[in-house]
């Protein structure tokens, strides 16, 4: 960047010192100070940075082998989220639904991708009488599902969940999936 707006400024400056003077002008007069009285530097050297030039290279893209079915980390390994899906289903069993869906919702934190997690929420929602939630719930769950076992359970509350609404598509669609598993 710097190299071009030098070499125009030289090309201008050449340029304009080989104009041919005119017959009658006056000679100039010079205010340059002789070599020996130019102020002396006040001890800053400045000197340039070299970089060395940027050179092309052809760049190499390895691809990774894909395997046939990609199993991702979901956050269900850790122990903290085991201990509260356990506390989630104790709570779940014994019918306390509040305490169910506190613990459920700690593990979702940790694992925000787990359908168990989904199907808790939506199982509690359904005990709650709160099919809406229940129906998002698990649908949301069975975009992150893996095995066909939960998406049994998930299309099972789904189907429970259009069952309280009275919405027979709901109920059909979810009954269509479930033969389908």
Same mark, same amino acid.
């Given at each position: 960047?710097?190299?071009?707006?030098?070499?125009?400024?030289?090309?201008?400056?050449?340029?304009?010192?080989?104009?041919?003077?005119?017959?009658? #002008?006056?000679?100039?007069?010079?205010?340059?100070?002789?070599?020996?009285?130019? *102020?002396?530097?006040?001890?800053?050297?400045?000197?340039?940075?070299?970089?060395?030039?940027?050179?092309?290279?052809?760049? /190499?893209?390895?691809?990774?082998?894909?395997?046939?079915?990609?199993?991702?980390?979901? +956050?269900?390994?850790?122990?903290?989220?085991?201990?509260?899906?356990?506390?989630?289903?104790?709570?779940?069993?014994?019918?306390?639904?509040?305490?169910?869906?506190?613990?459920?919702?700690?593990?979702?934190?940790?694992?925000?991708?787990? *359908?168990?997690?989904?199907?808790?929420?939506?199982?509690? *929602?359904?005990?709650?009488?709160?099919?809406?939630?229940?129906?998002?719930? #698990?649908?949301?769950?069975?975009?992150?599902?893996?095995?066909?076992?939960?998406?049994?359970?998930?299309?099972?509350?789904?189907?429970?969940? +259009?069952?309280?609404?009275?919405?027979?598509?709901?109920? /059909?669609?979810?009954?269509?999936?479930?033969?389908?598993?």
């Amino acid at each position: 960047m710097l190299r071009p707006i030098l070499l125009s400024a030289a090309v201008m400056l050449v340029g304009c010192q080989s104009l041919p003077k005119p017959e009658n #002008a006056k000679p100039e007069l010079t205010t340059e100070k002789p070599k020996a009285e130019q *102020a002396k530097p006040s001890g800053v050297v400045i000197t340039p940075y070299d970089q060395p030039e940027i050179k092309r290279q052809k760049m /190499q893209v390895v691809v990774p082998e894909q395997k046939s079915q990609q199993k991702f980390e979901d +956050g269900r390994s850790l122990p903290a989220f085991k201990q509260l899906m356990q506390q989630t289903q104790q709570a779940y069993k014994q019918g306390h639904w509040n305490d169910a869906e506190a613990a459920a919702l700690r593990a979702q934190r940790l694992a925000p991708q787990s *359908a168990e997690t989904f199907l808790f929420l939506a199982l509690v *929602a359904n005990q709650k009488n709160q099919p809406a939630n229940a129906e998002a719930l #698990a649908r949301r769950g069975l975009s992150y599902a893996q095995t066909q076992a939960m998406k049994k359970q998930l299309w099972g509350a789904i189907a429970k969940a +259009g069952q309280k609404q009275n919405n027979s598509k709901t109920v /059909q669609q979810a009954q269509q999936a479930l033969k389908s598993l």
